[in-house]
C-alpha cells in the first residue's frame, strides 16, 4: 500500500538509467528507491532482486538468534534466491528439509524489502490510529540488513527445523517461499474496509462498506463505538499475496501469516478481544472497494488467535495456518493467496454494551509500502514438489560378481537400490545423494550364477519418495559374457549391413571354446514401410558358427558364417521389432570378437534405430 504522508529528508536528484527488460543501470549515487520510482510492481520487483544480488556476501552473520552463512543470493523473476546455512544461537547447525538433513536451504524472496527502521532514517512514514492519533515510523534504505531481517524471522517461522543430526553435507533445499504484497492499486493489494452505522446488526451484516482504502500506511482491524455519534465502526483487513510461484502440484506443508504491529488499543479485554485470520474474496486482486466488506470468511484458518493485550507494535505477529488455512494458499498459474484480520467480536458477532466513553478493539499492522520495508505483511510458505517419477529401470554390464543398476526420473533425485536373493527380501542396499535425473548404481561383490531382486528408490530435494516395483537379473555363470546397448544407435540411407557396426553388442570371445550365442535386439523406424537386415562379423576366420534368428515379423533363418546377412525382417511403423537370436558359435586356437551388424534393406531418409536395452550373451558350454 502507498504510504498516504511520505516526507523525504533527501534533495530529489535525477534518475539516470537504462532499463532491458526489467535490468537498471545504476549510476554510482543512485539509490535503490531513485531506480524504482514510476516503476510498475514486477518492475519494482525485479530491480530490487537484481540490486541484492549484487552485494558481496562473504561472511557469517551473527543475529540474535542465529549466525546466517549466505552462501550466494541470485536475482530470480520477481525477487531474489539466498542459499544460507544456519546455526542457532548456542552454535548447533541446523537441518532444513522434512528429515533435517538439508544442509543448505533455499530460500525464495518475492517483492523483497530494501527498508529498515532507522530513527536516524531517511524515510517518514505516519498514520492515525482510532482515535485520531499520529504515529511515526523511519526508515533507511539497506537492503543487505533488509535481506538478513527476512531471512532471520523467516527461520523463526520455518516448521521444518531440525538439529544437525541427520543433515547431508551440502544438500540443497528448495522448500521456503515469502511473499510481500504490492504498495497502493496493485496486485497483490493489501488494505481494509468499514462499516460505520447506529446499530451493530446494520453494520455487522452489511453487504457493502461505508468506504475502504488500499493507499494507506497501516491496514486496520478494528471494532468501535463512539459515543457522541453512537456509531459502531467495523474495519476488516484484506492481505493479498502473489504465490502464483508455488508450483500447481507441490504440497504445502506449512505457512505463516505475519503482521507487524503498527498500533494496538484493547479499552474492553474480554474473550473477543483478539484479532482472528480469515480467508478474503475480494472481487480484484489490484483494488479494495466497499462491495469487498462482506467478502470475509467466518471460519479461522490460524491455530491460534493473537490477543490485543499481546498484540505486538516492535515485532511480527505471527499466524500460523492450520490445515484449513493451508488450503486457502494459491498455487500454479493465477495463483493468489487471499488472507483477511478480524477482531473477535466482528467474527462471532458479539457486541459488548456500550459505556458512557469511545470504546475501541484494535490492532493495526503495517502496510506495504511502495519501496518495502522489513515490517511489510509476510506469507512464508514451506512447500515441497512432488516425489519424482520413475522410468527406464534396466541393468547393464552383468558380470559374474557385479551389474549396473540405470533408471531415470523426471526431477532431479537421489539414487538408491535396495537388493537381496529372495523375492521381496531386500538385504543390501546401496547409494547416493547426487541430485540428477539419470541414475546409476554399480552393485559388486554379487555372487555369480544368482538371481538378484531389487527395487530402485529415488527422493528429491524436499525427501518426497519413490518407489519402483521389483525388477530382476541374475548374474552370470562363469564363462559367460553379455553386452549391452546403454544408448539408441541410428543411422539412415545404408544399406549395406557391413559399413555398419553396432557400437556396443559386441563380445570377446576366447580360444577353443563353445559358446551358446542368445539375445534380443528391439529396432524402431518412423517410416511407414521400414526394414532391417542383421549380420555378425567376427575378428577371426576360424570359427564355426551356426546362430538363427526369428523376428516379430515372422521372418527367421540362420547366420552360418561372418558376413552373411539376413533376410529383411519388416519394422512396424508404430512400436517395435523384437528380433530373438539363439545359436552357436566355437572359436579356435584364436581368440575372436563378435560384433553384431545391421543396416536398412531398402534406402530410406527416415532412420532407422536399434533401442536400448538390446543386448548379446555369450555362454561357454565347453
Same mark, same amino acid.
Do not use: C
Given at each position: 500500500?502507498?504510504?498516504?504522508?511520505?516526507?523525504?529528508?533527501?534533495?530529489?536528484?535525477?534518475?539516470?538509467?537504462?532499463?532491458?527488460?526489467?535490468?537498471?543501470?545504476?549510476?554510482?549515487?543512485?539509490?535503490?528507491?531513485? *531506480?524504482?520510482?514510476?516503476?510498475?510492481?514486477?518492475?519494482?520487483?525485479?530491480? &530490487?532482486?537484481?540490486?541484492?544480488?549484487?552485494?558481496?556476501?562473504?561472511?557469517?552473520?551473527?543475529?540474535?538468534?542465529?549466525?546466517?552463512?549466505?552462501?550466494?543470493?541470485?536475482?530470480?523473476?520477481?525477487?531474489?534466491?539466498?542459499?544460507?546455512?544456519?546455526?542457532?544461537?548456542?552454535?548447533?547447525?541446523?537441518?532444513?528439509?522434512?528429515?533435517?538433513?538439508?544442509?543448505?536451504?533455499?530460500?525464495?524472496?518475492?517483492?523483497?524489502?530494501?527498508?529498515?527502521?532507522?530513527?536516524?532514517?531517511?524515510?517518514?512514514?505516519?498514520?492515525?490510529?482510532?482515535?485520531? &492519533?499520529?504515529?511515526?515510523?523511519?526508515?533507511?534504505?539497506?537492503?543487505?540488513?533488509?535481506?538478513?531481517?527476512?531471512?532471520?524471522?523467516?527461520?523463526?517461522?520455518?516448521?521444518?527445523?531440525?538439529?544437525?543430526?541427520?543433515?547431508?553435507?551440502?544438500?540443497?533445499?528448495?522448500?521456503?517461499?515469502?511473499?510481500?504484497?504490492?504498495?497502493?492499486?496493485?496486485?497483490?493489494?493489501?488494505?481494509?474496509?468499514?462499516?460505520?452505522?447506529?446499530?451493530?446488526?446494520?453494520?455487522?451484516?452489511?453487504?457493502?462498506?461505508?468506504? @475502504?482504502?488500499?493507499?494507506?500506511?497501516?491496514?486496520?482491524?478494528?471494532?468501535?463505538?463512539?459515543?457522541?455519534?453512537?456509531?459502531?465502526?467495523?474495519?476488516?483487513?484484506?492481505?493479498?499475496?502473489?504465490?502464483?510461484?508455488?508450483?500447481?502440484?507441490?504440497?504445502?506443508?506449512?505457512?505463516?501469516?505475519?503482521?507487524?504491529?503498527?498500533?494496538?488499543?484493547?479499552?474492553?479485554?474480554?474473550?473477543?478481544?483478539?484479532?482472528?485470520?480469515?480467508?478474503?474474496?475480494?472481487?480484484?486482486?489490484?483494488?479494495?472497494?466497499?462491495?469487498?466488506?462482506?467478502?470475509?470468511?467466518?471460519?479461522?484458518?490460524?491455530? @491460534?488467535?493473537?490477543?490485543?493485550?499481546?498484540?505486538?507494535?516492535?515485532?511480527?505477529?505471527?499466524?500460523?495456518?492450520?490445515?484449513?488455512?493451508?488450503?486457502?494458499?494459491?498455487?500454479?498459474?493465477?495463483?493468489?493467496?487471499?488472507?483477511?484480520?478480524?477482531?473477535?467480536?466482528?467474527?462471532?458477532?458479539?457486541?459488548?454494551?456500550?459505556?458512557?466513553?469511545?470504546?475501541?478493539?484494535?490492532?493495526?499492522?503495517?502496510?506495504?509500502?511502495?519501496?518495502?520495508?522489513?515490517?511489510?505483511?509476510?506469507?512464508?510458505?514451506?512447500?515441497?514438489?512432488?516425489?519424482?517419477?520413475?522410468?527406464?529401470?534396466?541393468?547393464?554390464?552383468?558380470?559374474?560378481?557385479?551389474?549396473?543398476?540405470?533408471?531415470?526420473?523426471?526431477?532431479?533425485?537421489?539414487?538408491?537400490?535396495?537388493?537381496?536373493?529372495?523375492?521381496?527380501?531386500?538385504?543390501?542396499?546401496?547409494?547416493?545423494?547426487?541430485?540428477?535425473?539419470?541414475?546409476?548404481?554399480?552393485?559388486?561383490?554379487?555372487?555369480?550364477?544368482?538371481?538378484?531382486?531389487?527395487?530402485?528408490?529415488?527422493?528429491?530435494?524436499?525427501? &518426497?519418495?519413490?518407489?519402483?516395483?521389483?525388477?530382476?537379473?541374475?548374474?552370470?555363470?562363469?564363462?559367460?559374457?553379455?553386452?549391452?546397448?546403454?544408448?539408441?544407435?541410428?543411422?539412415?540411407?545404408?544399406?549395406?549391413?557391413?559399413?555398419?557396426?553396432?557400437?556396443?553388442?559386441?563380445?570377446?570371445?576366447?580360444?577353443?571354446?563353445?559358446?551358446?550365442?542368445?539375445?534380443?535386439?528391439?529396432?524402431?523406424?518412423?517410416?511407414?514401410?521400414?526394414?532391417?537386415?542383421?549380420?555378425?562379423?567376427?575378428?577371426?576366420?576360424?570359427?564355426? *558358427?551356426?546362430?538363427?534368428?526369428?523376428?516379430?515379423?515372422?521372418?527367421?533363418?540362420?547366420?552360418?558364417?561372418?558376413?552373411?546377412?539376413?533376410?529383411?525382417?519388416?519394422?512396424?511403423?508404430?512400436?517395435?521389432?523384437?528380433?530373438?537370436?539363439?545359436?552357436?558359435?566355437?572359436?579356435?586356437? *584364436?581368440?575372436?570378437?563378435?560384433?553384431?551388424?545391421?543396416?536398412?534393406?531398402?534406402?530410406?531418409?527416415?532412420?532407422?534405430?536399434? &533401442?536400448?536395452?538390446?543386448?548379446?550373451?555369450?555362454?561357454?558350454?565347453?
Amino acid at each position: 500500500m502507498f504510504k498516504s504522508i511520505v516526507v523525504f529528508l533527501l534533495l530529489t536528484v535525477m534518475i539516470i538509467g537504462v532499463t532491458v527488460t526489467h535490468v537498471v543501470q545504476a549510476t554510482s549515487n543512485q539509490t535503490i528507491e531513485e *531506480m524504482i520510482a514510476g516503476k510498475y510492481i514486477t518492475e519494482k520487483a525485479n530491480i &530490487k532482486g537484481q540490486e541484492i544480488a549484487r552485494l558481496v556476501y562473504n561472511k557469517k552473520y551473527i543475529r540474535k538468534e542465529y549466525e546466517i552463512e549466505i552462501i550466494e543470493v541470485k536475482e530470480i523473476e520477481g525477487g531474489v534466491a539466498v542459499f544460507a546455512r544456519v546455526w542457532n544461537s548456542d552454535g548447533a547447525h541446523i537441518g532444513f528439509g522434512k528429515d533435517g538433513s538439508v544442509d543448505i536451504e533455499r530460500f525464495r524472496i518475492f517483492n523483497p524489502p530494501i527498508l529498515v527502521e532507522d530513527p536516524q532514517g531517511t524515510y517518514i512514514r505516519e498514520w492515525l490510529d482510532g482515535t485520531g &492519533k499520529v504515529y511515526q515510523r523511519i526508515y533507511r534504505e539497506d537492503p543487505e540488513e533488509a535481506l538478513l531481517q527476512v531471512l532471520e524471522h523467516t527461520i523463526y517461522v520455518k516448521k521444518q527445523v531440525f538439529d544437525g543430526t541427520n543433515i547431508i553435507h551440502g544438500k540443497i533445499g528448495n522448500t521456503t517461499s515469502v511473499f510481500f504484497p504490492a504498495a497502493g492499486a496493485n496486485d497483490p493489494v493489501d488494505g481494509y474496509t468499514i462499516q460505520n452505522n447506529e446499530t451493530w446488526t446494520t453494520a455487522h451484516d452489511a453487504a457493502d462498506g461505508s468506504s @475502504a482504502d488500499d493507499t494507506g500506511v497501516a491496514v486496520e482491524q478494528l471494532v468501535q463505538h463512539i459515543v457522541s455519534t453512537n456509531l459502531w465502526h467495523i474495519k476488516r483487513g484484506l492481505y493479498l499475496f502473489d504465490t502464483s510461484t508455488i508450483d500447481a502440484g507441490d504440497s504445502i506443508d506449512s505457512a505463516t501469516f505475519s503482521a507487524y504491529g503498527a498500533t494496538q488499543n484493547d479499552t474492553i479485554n474480554d474473550a473477543n478481544s483478539f484479532l482472528a485470520l480469515v480467508q478474503s474474496s475480494p472481487a480484484s486482486n489490484t483494488s479494495i472497494t466497499t462491495a469487498d466488506y462482506d467478502q470475509f470468511g467466518t471460519t479461522t484458518g490460524g491455530t @491460534a488467535n493473537v490477543d490485543l493485550t499481546t498484540w505486538s507494535t516492535s515485532a511480527y505477529n505471527d499466524f500460523t495456518l492450520n490445515p484449513t488455512g493451508l488450503t486457502w494458499i494459491g498455487k500454479g498459474i493465477d495463483g493468489r493467496t487471499r488472507l483477511g484480520l478480524r477482531e473477535g467480536h466482528d467474527l462471532n458477532n458479539s457486541p459488548w454494551t456500550p459505556g458512557g466513553s469511545n470504546e475501541f478493539e484494535e490492532g493495526q499492522a503495517i502496510a506495504a509500502d511502495n519501496i518495502g520495508t522489513s515490517q511489510d505483511p509476510k506469507l512464508v510458505v514451506e512447500h515441497s514438489g512432488p516425489a519424482p517419477i520413475i522410468s527406464n529401470i534396466h541393468e547393464i554390464a552383468v558380470t559374474e560378481t557385479s551389474a549396473t543398476i540405470k533408471w531415470d526420473t523426471d526431477i532431479s533425485s537421489d539414487s538408491k537400490v535396495s537388493y537381496g536373493i529372495s523375492a521381496g527380501n531386500y538385504t543390501n542396499s546401496t547409494s547416493t545423494v547426487i541430485y540428477a535425473t539419470n541414475h546409476s548404481i554399480y552393485l559388486t561383490n554379487l555372487d555369480n550364477a544368482t538371481n538378484y531382486y531389487y527395487i530402485v528408490v529415488s527422493a528429491n530435494t524436499e525427501g &518426497k519418495v519413490s518407489t519402483s516395483t521389483e525388477q530382476s537379473f541374475a548374474t552370470l555363470t562363469p564363462g559367460t559374457l553379455i553386452a549391452y546397448k546403454n544408448s539408441n544407435q541410428s543411422i539412415a540411407t545404408t544399406t549395406d549391413v557391413f559399413a555398419n557396426e553396432d557400437s556396443e553388442l559386441v563380445l570377446a570371445l576366447s580360444t577353443s571354446t563353445t559358446y551358446a550365442i542368445s539375445g534380443t535386439i528391439f529396432a524402431t523406424s518412423t517410416h511407414t514401410l521400414p526394414d532391417i537386415k542383421i549380420g555378425f562379423a567376427t575378428s577371426s576366420a576360424w570359427v564355426t *558358427m551356426d546362430i538363427g534368428y526369428i523376428a516379430s515379423d515372422g521372418t527367421g533363418g540362420w547366420l552360418e558364417y561372418s558376413g552373411q546377412e539376413s533376410a529383411k525382417i519388416d519394422v512396424p511403423s508404430t512400436g517395435a521389432s523384437i528380433i530373438q537370436i539363439t545359436g552357436t558359435l566355437k572359436t579356435t586356437s *584364436m581368440s575372436t570378437v563378435l560384433r553384431l551388424h545391421w543396416a536398412q534393406n531398402a534406402s530410406r531418409s527416415e532412420n532407422i534405430t536399434v &533401442k536400448r536395452g538390446s543386448y548379446l550373451r555369450a555362454e561357454a558350454v565347453q
